[in-house]
């Protein structure tokens, strides 16, 4: 939908008028809205999100951090970071943060699967992105250069706790309204019983003992899905992907997978900050179906041209069918958090308020639905 308005009293939409009957009707519909002279201008813009210059580091805890929307739909094979000689697409690099605290300097990592690079982010105005040891070059149609100007010029997005964002232009939007916290009767529990909830991912021999393993054999028995994909790796769309056609729709799980600091379930946020970020990051290929099934088809091919898969259920011939249809399909998608470290039962508010935010963000960004997985 694209509706505008301005201060003095016009409003307009992009949608086309049919004729001049659909017209009048559409004029009908808002005229007494422009008309009503009990409506304030600060009832309309007291929602408005007023972007800040960022002149110095917000004082948030960074959950996620990701490429430019506009970036991410340009991307191809042809963009490519380099080190040591060993270059790797921009579609097979990963950001991430390296710590999240709401005081210390903004660093995060560039990820590929033979080398890593930390950068930080400098208190300019606007900010810039500076290597904290090593640079690397990015290679273009266009030509070389350094990768930390390219992330300078480009810029990267950057959530924070409370629904803060440091977009690319050097901006923060800073949203204000209240905390929402997230209901504890929404929160689900598995049987992690033989479970070492301090062992995250299965690995090559789909190790029983670890979270992953564990979250696929719940989430498979739910529905029968056609795919069940174990896509846990260096530029993951989840730790764990489930498709299924019905009908019109694509049904898409996304589960993303985290391990216990601790021996017990608890009520750790620190173990909350990582899996509520993967959560929201690549949701600008979450949320349109053929940039999405393309991808996962993409690197299952990988996989399997290197002798792995990380196919559990269904097949590549059923991948490669549901990424052909995909773009006639309505995408229903459902983002999940697997964290067997928290307890339901003594979940914090400050937890919740997290999870809150997560789902606030999943739910009015791309209108997915957020699941909540824990223990007892």
């Known amino acids: 939908?694209?509706?505008?308005?301005?201060?003095?009293?016009?409003?307009?939409?992009?949608?086309?008028?049919?004729?001049?009957?659909?017209?009048?009707?559409?004029?009908?519909?808002?005229?007494?809205?422009?008309?009503?002279?009990?409506?304030?201008?600060?009832?309309?813009?007291?929602?408005?999100?007023?972007?800040?210059?960022?002149?110095?580091?917000?004082?948030?805890?960074?959950?996620?951090?990701?490429?430019p929307y506009q970036l991410v739909a340009t991307f191809s094979d042809r963009r490519k970071a380099s080190y040591s000689d060993q270059p790797f697409s921009l579609l097979d690099t990963e950001l991430s943060l390296t710590e999240h605290t709401p005081d210390r300097p903004l660093r995060f990592e560039l990820k590929t699967p033979?080398?890593?690079?930390?950068?930080?982010?400098?208190?300019?105005?606007?900010?810039?992105?500076?290597?904290?040891?090593?640079?690397?070059?990015?290679?273009?149609?266009s030509g070389s250069g350094s990768l930390a100007a390219f992330l300078t010029a480009h810029g990267l997005l950057v959530t924070f706790e409370d629904g803060a964002v440091l977009v690319e232009q050097g901006f923060l939007l800073r949203p204000d309204r209240e905390r929402r916290l997230f209901?504890?009767?929404?929160?689900?529990?598995?049987?992690?019983?033989?479970?070492?909830?301090?062992?995250?991912?299965?690995?090559a021999d789909r190790d029983p003992v670890t979270i992953q393993h564990r979250a696929i054999q719940a989430l498979q028995s739910e529905e029968d899905w056609e795919v069940v994909l174990d896509d846990d790796g260096t530029g993951e769309l989840a730790d764990i992907v489930l498709l299924r056609r019905n009908e019109d729709a694509l049904d898409v799980l996304l589960a993303h997978c985290k391990y216990s600091s601790g021996d017990k379930p608890g009520a750790r946020i620190d173990d909350l900050y990582d899996v509520c970020g993967q959560s929201m990051k690549m949701n600008r290929a979450k949320s349109i179906p053929e940039m999405l099934t393309k991808r996962l088809f993409r690197r299952e091919q990988q996989r399997q041209a290197a002798g792995k898969s990380g196919l559990v259920a269904g097949d590549i011939e059923t991948l490669a069918a549901i990424a052909r249809e995909a773009r006639y399909r309505a995408l229903q998608v459902t983002v999940a958090?697997?964290?067997?470290?928290?307890?339901?039962?003594?979940?914090?508010?400050?937890?919740?308020?997290?999870?809150g935010a997560t789902d606030r963000f999943l739910s009015e960004t791309h209108g997915m639905r957020l699941r909540v997985i824990a223990s007892p």
Do not use: C
Not at 14 to 39: C, F, K, L, M, N
């Open 183 to 203: 209901p504890v009767d929404a929160i689900e529990t598995i049987d992690w019983s033989g479970v070492n909830i301090k062992r995250e991912s299965q690995g």
């Open 1 to 67: 939908m694209s509706f505008g308005a301005s201060r003095k009293g016009r409003g307009w939409s992009h949608e086309q008028a049919r004729d001049i009957r659909d017209w009048v009707r559409w004029a009908s519909q808002v005229g007494p809205t422009i008309t009503d002279t009990s409506i304030s201008l600060e009832s309309v813009t007291s929602g408005f999100l007023l972007p800040e210059p960022a002149r110095e580091r917000p004082p948030y805890v960074p959950l996620s951090i990701e490429w």
């Open 114 to 141: 033979l080398w890593a690079l930390e950068f930080e982010f400098n208190e300019d105005d606007p900010p810039t992105i500076h290597p904290v040891g090593n640079d690397g070059q990015i290679f273009t149609p």
């Open 337 to 355: 958090i697997v964290q067997p470290g928290m307890s339901k039962s003594v979940v914090s508010e400050d937890m919740r308020a997290l999870l």
